[in-house]
Each structure stands twice: as C-alpha cells, then as structure tokens.
Nanobody, 125 residues
Framework: VQLQASGGGLVRAGDSLRLSCAAS????????MGWFRQAAGKEREFVAF????????SYADSVKGRFTISRANAKNTVYLEMNNMKPADTAVYYC???????????????????WGQGTQVTVSS
C-alpha cells in the first residue's frame, strides 16, 4: 500500500487546514489509520487515530477538540481536519496504516505498516 499525504501549507494562528492521505495499491478500508507529526528537532509524535470500523477515534491531548480525523473509504482517503491552529502545530505531518486491533496502543509507531511521505504544515503567529 502506498500512502500520499497532501494539503499542507502555511497558515496563520487560528486558521484551519485539511490534510488528505490517499492510498493506492490497496483498500484503505482494511486498515486502521493514524496521523503523526514531527517538528524540527523533535521526535515524531502521535496526533490522531481512526479504526477501520470508521467509528473509533483517538487524539493526542494537544489537539483534542481542535483536530478531527475521518475517512472516506469510497475515495480510499483519510482526512485530518485541523481547526484553531497554533504555532505549536508546525510540523511535518505523516499518515500511516495499520492492521492493529482496536485495543492495541495506536500511538506506537511500530504498529503501523505503511507510511506516507509527509506534508509540511507551518503555522505563523
């Protein structure tokens, strides 16, 4: 499965942005999906997760209430809607696919089989 993340860009604090993760070479509905991000000089961190059941979701505390993960299986695409953005959200954002069960620790990078190339998001103050 190949994943292509897109939609990044330069926005101002308080603005919104929607990232997309399109899959090819496989059916995205078979996978649980995660979004991670890596700021300059920092380790990559978990952002959001959606199970393949399309119902169960989870978020990092830092984005809870501002970000929403969703999926459109018919389009083989997963989205990350980011609202009320902050300069601390500046990072390269990656999408990833996993076959983990619902009870597995979805914040662990090692549980993801496939990764997209990343898209840069920059939030100015």
């Amino acid at each position: 499965v190949q994943l292509q993340a897109s939609g990044g860009g330069l926005v101002r604090a308080g603005d919104s942005l929607r990232l997309s993760c399109a899959a090819s070479g496989g059916t995205l509905s078979s996978y649980s999906m995660g979004w991670f991000r890596q700021a300059a000089g920092k380790e990559r961190e978990f952002v959001a997760f959606i199970h393949r059941n399309s119902v169960s979701t989870s978020y990092a505390d830092s984005v809870k209430g501002r970000f929403t993960i969703s999926r459109a299986n018919a389009k083989n695409t997963v989205y990350l809607e980011m609202n009320n953005m902050k300069p601390a959200d500046t990072a390269v954002y990656y999408c990833a696919a996993s076959r983990m069960i619902l009870s597995a620790p979805h914040w662990e990078e090692g549980r993801y089989l496939y990764w997209g190339q990343g898209t840069q998001v920059t939030v100015s103050s």
